[in-house]
Each structure stands twice: as structure tokens, then as C-alpha cells.
């Protein structure tokens, strides 16, 4: 990561952040968004398929990754 691209910055202290860029990494409403088993990418729900693994439920994206 290059220093221009860091945003925020720590107190003296270093407790709590002076400032802190807002938002989130993840598209969407709470739960409206899942990631994906095999690239993590985090995609809505429609465009995942379930599979299973080791008997248990995994999703992965459905046009592929």
C-alpha cells in the first residue's frame, strides 16, 4: 500500500483514530450480501449457488469467479 493512499491517521496516544474515512467495504444492506466459498468476493445472494462440503451448505458464485 503506498503512504499517499492511507486516510487515516492515530492520536498521540494511540488509542483512537483522529479521523477515519466513512462507509464499508461491503455492497448492499445488512444481510443482503454474502461471500463466495471459492474468490471471497462479497456478491448479493441472487447470484450465488449453494454446494456442499464435508456435509455442510457452501455458496459460490454462480457465473463463476
Same mark, same amino acid.
Given at each position: 500500500? !503506498?503512504?499517499?493512499?492511507? !486516510?487515516?491517521?492515530?492520536?498521540? +496516544?494511540?488509542?483512537?483514530?483522529?479521523? !477515519?474515512?466513512?462507509?464499508?467495504?461491503?455492497?448492499?444492506?445488512? +444481510?443482503?450480501?454474502?461471500? @463466495?466459498?471459492?474468490?471471497? !468476493?462479497?456478491?448479493?445472494?441472487?447470484?450465488?449457488?449453494?454446494?456442499?462440503?464435508? +456435509?455442510?451448505?457452501?455458496?459460490? @458464485?454462480?457465473?463463476?469467479?
Amino acid at each position: 500500500m !503506498k503512504d499517499a493512499d492511507v !486516510k487515516t491517521t492515530l492520536r498521540p +496516544g494511540g488509542l483512537r483514530y483522529a479521523s !477515519k474515512v466513512g462507509g464499508t467495504d461491503f455492497p448492499g444492506a445488512f +444481510g443482503a450480501t454474502m461471500s @463466495c466459498f471459492l474468490c471471497s !468476493k462479497h456478491v448479493s445472494r441472487s447470484s450465488l449457488v449453494s454446494f456442499l462440503v464435508a +456435509g455442510r451448505r457452501q455458496y459460490r @458464485c454462480r457465473n463463476g469467479c
